[in-house]
């Protein structure tokens, strides 16, 4: 396959994605390519230095439409729900947008009765980073903004007396340790 690039002429990788479009240049009238750059494709002038005019390829890039949810409708104007990819993943959102502002979480997030050993007053909550991952953070973000990357365990440190514990996998199975990133010592198993 690579010998057939090299023939072919496309030995760079920025060659290889400068495959001609059919739409013209705005400002000189040349054609455009799509080409690939350190934050991916984009259309941009065949004449390039001359000239320098650029596109982004999708003229939304966030929160662009991926389904309509037929007979979902929306709570606030009655216009239909439509699922959006934004920044941080998936949810649903009036098709109406931006007259319309009504967003919905696809995944809830999952409470614990556990408080928050940082602030005291609000509960953990179970969230999805934008990469999948899973982590723990308090519901009264922004004016708190603990977060714990491990699953927590209600209970007491017995060497520093912090309020939280979490579970973690080491060779031995699963342990509980201090959730203090002070401390973090393991926690003994009559506890």
């Known amino acids: 396959m690579a010998g057939r690039i090299k023939e072919a002429g496309m030995s760079n990788s920025s060659t290889l994605f400068a495959t001609k479009n059919t739409e013209t240049c705005p400002e000189c009238g040349a054609e455009l390519v799509i080409r690939s750059g350190r934050h991916g494709p984009f ?35 009655g216009a239909t729900l439509v699922l959006r ?5 998936m949810f649903i959102g009036c098709s109406e947008y931006p007259a319309c502002t009504h967003t919905e979480l696809i995944d809830k997030p999952d409470e614990t009765a556990i408080t928050c050993p ?13 990469y999948g991952k ?46 203090s990133k002070l401390c973090g010592k393991p926690v003994a198993e009559s506890e």
């Open 134 to 179: 899973t982590f723990h953070a308090c519901d009264r973000y922004p004016e708190c903004q603990f977060t714990i990357n491990l699953k927590p365990v209600a209970g007491t440190c017995v060497i520093c007396q912090y309020p939280l514990l979490v579970e973690k996998r080491t060779a031995q199975g699963m342990k509980l340790f201090c959730a």
């Open 118 to 130: 940082q602030c005291q007053q609000g509960k953990l909550l179970q969230r999805k980073s934008r």
């Open 85 to 89: 990819q934004g920044r941080y993943g």
């Open 43 to 77: 259309l941009g002038c065949s004449r390039y230095p001359e000239c320098q005019y650029i596109r982004p390829l999708r003229a939304q890039s966030d929160g662009h439409i991926v389904k309509v949810l037929d007979r979902q409708l929306c709570p606030e104007c």
